[in-house]
């Protein structure tokens, strides 16, 4: 679609009473990001009240029709996803505005690839539109859905707001408070604040004086004007609460194992694993309904109560089929079901038993069939090849999990951002410690494919060409390796960690794969970015499958203020309990480089690190840590995965953690420049 072009949703597919609406964008520094909001708008072009506007404070209608799914990884890093279902839209709204915005002086200009697209109930992409004229701006509205009739129609926008989230809320008739006033005001105040209780206070603040008559307390305004000011949606992000651990044990020694609601000890076989695997997981989706809803959200299940089943027979033919479970989730009336297809300890997705379980779900109404294994899916590039009978009417999406996301969503509610009571914070606990139990085969991608060792052996004896279908193979699985790497990272750290794929490499994942390929065959390396958030650059990864070497890596850029020598001691400082054979590099104009050296030689001397030329620009800093890779293409302890993953962890905590955290972007040339 092109801007201020429109389209009949039911003309692209007949399952269009629900929609997915996606929003994109990709950071030529892998820095830049944005948060997503909804306002649902009456004939007068204004929001009903407050509630009807939906952002991270506020993500989920009461009815269901709108549903903030937050981010998910693509081939590009992320995108946002937003849940519509039009059917319960409320008729007195007549559209439903689409927009994004960004944060600390942060505009849209500097983002590359802005991109809208939508898909359908069934996970079928019906329409994109992509913007490349944004601005300077730091709110922006991608596009809206609107009735005409008894249908719904997708407007192309693309209408930028200098003023941010609170100013696009604001023209829509929402009353936003101004978390920054309310801060300055309550510090401004300060004891004078306080409220009058009656009691005068000596010279000695401790010591009050007796009350020389009663005075009654104020009573707090009631009017509907001091209401709606306390109503007033907050732009600046909820805080949560942790939840409490308990950190001494009555054992009377180490040795002592704690009882777990989930054992693992009985586990002697796949179809064990399996079973057990999958009852554990969709019990604890049922009881903890904010964990559930993390797993089923992405694949447009309404906000509802919802309960999972195992081993259920379904007619398929003369041999019933028994999918491994089944989830279903009512909301007001409606009910929303799904199949679910487990494996665990490595075993691979059988296509036959996916297709078939894909049919029961087209015959019997189904919305969707989830798999879930150790293996991570990679867009365009499906894990089982499935056909699709296009005559039906009745569409069924696939959808995959990793249990490494499992693991990770588990991790992000019970480490960071706290859940709803006590005994779902320990529910989630149990879980994840039988996830991460040797013996339970819910650990993620672990293995490399039977391509790695002839690809690592081509490129030893400098005998694999390109074009070759195994070096694909083995990039394929290196960027499963990368999202999963970003997944444990996040989830221990509690932040977003995103594969960074910078726009020079094409937007196209098949076509991206295939120069990659070509590129390992060349200089026989893999190489990878991630962006984590709060850090002040990309942590790059580089595996050297001629050398055997893991190089991690980041780029910090030079202060916008200060002096070069001021800039060489504070970083010596921040890096005390670095590892003394960190490797920096100061990075230059000049095309031979600036000086370089271990954190070990630099320490006494961080002079060092300047440039021996008074004319000579410092750009930044590059610090890297090198240790050999792991060869087997499996999940031991001298395998390649687990090296990977050792290395980004010893990295960021030994080095990243460390630094500087960024300062705000600059919104204009007129601001003030950050401090050195």
Known sequence: MVKGSNVTLAALSDNAGSVIVSLGWVSPTGEGDADVSVLLLDANGKVRSDTDFYFYNNPVASDGSVQLLGKTPTADGSEDRISFDL??????IDRIIV?????????????????????????????????????????????ELYRRGEEWKFRAVGQGYDSGLAGLAADFGVDIEDDAAVAESQDAAGSEDQPDTGVPVSADESKPQEPLAAVPAPRRPDDEAERKRRARPRTAKKKVTLPKVAKKSLAENESWKEARLFPVSALKNDRDRETRATSVLLSVMAQVPEFGRRLTAAFGAPAGRMETFTEVALPHGDTPRRPDGVIRVERAGKLWTALVETKTNGNALKADQVQAYMDIAARRGYETVITLSNDVALEGSPLVDIKIDGRRKHKVALWHLSWAEVAYQAQMLIRHEGVGNVAHAWLLQELLHYLQHENSGCHGFQNM??????????????????????????????????????????????????????????TDPGARRSRLADQLCLDGRLQAELRIEGTPG????????????????????APEQGYPLSWAKRLIRCLAEAPADLHIETLVESETGGPRGTLERLRPEPADMLPKSNGTQITGFRLSLFKGMGSSRGNAESSFIRSVDDAVQRFYMAVVAHLDRPAPRRASSEEPAAAG
């Not at 059917?87 to 007195?92: A, L, Q, R």
């Open 87 to 92: 059917t319960v839209v409320p008729t007195c």
């Open 538 to 557: 990309v942590l790059g990864i580089s595996a050297d499958l001629r050398t055997g070497k893991l190089r991690t890596s980041i780029e910090i850029p």
């Open 449 to 506: 494919g039977q391509a790695w060792v002839p690809v690592r052996n081509g490129i030893d004896n400098e005998t694999l060409c390109q074009g070759d279908p195994r070096a694909l193979e083995v990039v394929e699985s290196w960027e499963r390796l990368i999202r999963q790497v970003c997944l444990r990272l996040g989830g221990e750290l509690g932040q977003k960690v995103l594969p960074v794929q910078r726009t020079k490499r094409g």
């Open 99 to 143: 927009a994004a915005s960004r944060y600390n002086g942060a505009r849209f200009g500097e983002l590359d690839d802005l991109r809208l697209s939508l898909a359908d109930g069934g996970g079928d992409n019906l329409l994109h539109f992509a913007i490349d004229d944004a601005g300077s701006v730091s709110a922006f509205i991608f596009g």
